[in-house]
């Protein structure tokens, strides 16, 4: 017993100080405005997105200190979605709706239509937004900025998560604990290797001549994890990417229902942890630092249980507070963690609807 407490300190330890560093770095992100005649694309697919497009429009216009064209796409929806876009449109020239074309073989179905908004974007940064993301009035410039102050061929934030039921505590706030306390941030910095590519889906601003000389979206077309997808894609072609913090840049609610948190980390899972290398790992990883410190205490409540479950509290107060998300999520930090894995092993072992991988309704085989 006495190894495995020190072994469980050990995985809550590491995570505690990777996220002190990793913050420490996030915090000495430069803010530099755009520069020169930049023109920022504001790119937003939409697919059934009538309760979300108008909002997220009127973010995007608000945008200050540089120019933008705000560019979206209505990607097969039936709803009112191309109805309130074309309304907005009528009274602002910056404003254009697409609509996309049918679905190509071996595209999936967002990625497909991102591409098609690049080919009719006129700027010199395309910033790829989510429907259900609010930019702030200065994220478009800081964010051309810091490309262009940085040479980074594509930058990603993800965006200050708002969350109000207990479902989505039990979920979203897996994104920045695994961000800020597994991916060395200094590494992606220093390193160029594709391995440390990492981007929020969404929230990404790319260089124009980088998106094309890379491949852009077309290279990933059969993928659904844009964002871990791209910023590899970038890497692999020479193009450094960076990840900045982003609660000030934009907000997202992803979902307001467990259900749908469920199955839209569900979509995308075998891109990412849910492999059988790599899963195994991060459930020891994750249970040890995140879990079992709490399992045990009740068990046996020596000092490095006891030590290991504060670290890990700790870690996920550090994660809460720097990016902002609802505090109450704290108090269900070891079960959001198990929720997070229990996503990931439906997802490799094919359980249910985890046998699907899927955008906005379209389905498509997994593995």
């Known amino acids: 017993m006495t190894v495995l407490t020190l072994i469980l300190l050990v995985l809550a330890a590491f995570p505690a100080g990777l996220t002190v560093v990793n913050l420490a770095v996030l ?95 006129r700027g010199t940064h395309f910033l790829f937004v989510d429907a259900d993301v609010r930019l702030t009035p200065h994220a478009a410039n800081l964010l051309s900025g810091h490309a262009q102050a940085t040479g980074a061929g594509l930058v990603s934030a993800v965006p200050r998560q708002i969350m109000k039921s207990p479902g989505e505590w039990l979920t979203v706030p897996a994104i920045n604990l695994l961000l800020l306390g597994y991916l060395p941030m200094g590494l992606m910095r220093a390193s160029a290797h594709p391995g440390f590519g990492a981007a929020c889906g969404q929230l990404m601003l790319v260089e124009r001549e980088a998106y094309g000389a890379s491949g852009g979206h077309a290279a990933i077309r059969s993928l659904i994890h844009d964002g871990i997808q791209l910023a590899r894609q970038f890497r692999r072609s020479g193009f450094m990417t960076d ?47 995140h879990v079992l410190p709490f399992a045990l205490l009740p068990l046996a409540p020596t000092w490095p249980v006891v030590s290991a479950a504060l670290l890990s509290l700790a870690t996920r107060a550090m994660v809460t507070v720097a990016t902002r998300e609802n505090p109450l999520s704290i108090l269900l930090h070891p079960f959001t963690v198990l929720t997070s894995l229990a996503i990931q092993w439906s997802v490799l072992l094919r359980i249910g609807r985890a046998r699907r991988a899927g955008w906005k309704g379209r389905l498509y085989p997994v593995g």
């Open 27 to 121: 915090s000495r992100t430069p803010h530099a405005p755009a520069r020169g005649r930049t023109l920022v694309s504001i790119l937003i697919p939409a697919r059934n997105e009538a309760a979300n497009i108008g909002p997220a429009v009127e973010a995007a216009l608000a945008s200050r200190g540089v120019d933008i064209e705000v560019l979206v796409m209505d990607d097969g929806s039936t709803d009112a979605t191309a109805e309130i876009v074309r309304s907005m449109a009528s009274g602002d020239s910056r404003i254009r709706l697409l609509i996309a074309p049918a679905l190509t073989e071996g595209w999936t179905g967002k990625v497909h239509a991102c591409h098609h908004l690049s080919k009719h974007a």
């Open 243 to 289: 990840l900045v913090p982003g609660d000030r840049l934009a907000s997202c609610r992803m979902y307001t229902r467990f259900a749908d948190a469920w199955n839209g980390f569900s979509k995308n899972a075998h891109e990412g942890m849910a492999k059988p290398v790599a899963l195994p790992v991060w459930t020891i990883l994750l249970l040890g630092g």
